[in-house]
């Protein structure tokens, strides 16, 4: 009953930013955490970044802390993530989850956008 959908994917130049946003529809949630997730061709999903409910907790992969940036906007059930300074190794399928009782599961996944940055 909880849906997911991921925007703003798309081909960029390496060097160049885009932001990605995630819309929570369906069954009310309260207090959930979300995360960014991404999967390279070849490679297995691998954790981006997570914000708490109140946005006041961050946390990121080394891969891209310092260039890219997790925030909410709880009033319209949406998460972002800014992300700048791309390299051609961001190239991947972006996932945004939602971790309902914010231990570190996340049980509603959206179905991805694409990120291709070019060199």
């Known amino acids: 009953q909880v849906q997911l959908v991921e925007s703003g994917g798309g081909l960029v130049q390496a060097g160049g930013s885009l932001r990605l946003s995630c819309v929570v529809s369906g069954r009310t949630l309260s207090r959930y955490a979300m995360g960014w997730f991404r999967q390279a061709p070849g490679k297995e999903r691998e954790f981006v970044a997570t914000?708490?409910?109140?946005?006041?907790?961050?946390y990121y992969a080394d891969s891209v802390k310092g260039r890219f940036t997790i925030s909410r906007d709880n009033a319209k059930n949406r998460v972002y993530l800014q992300m700048n300074s791309l390299k051609p190794e961001d190239t991947a399928v972006y996932y945004c989850a939602a971790d309902e009782d914010q231990m570190g599961g996340y049980d509603y996944w959206g179905q991805g956008t694409q990120v291709t940055v070019s060199s």
């Open positions: 914000i708490s409910w109140s946005g006041g907790r961050t």
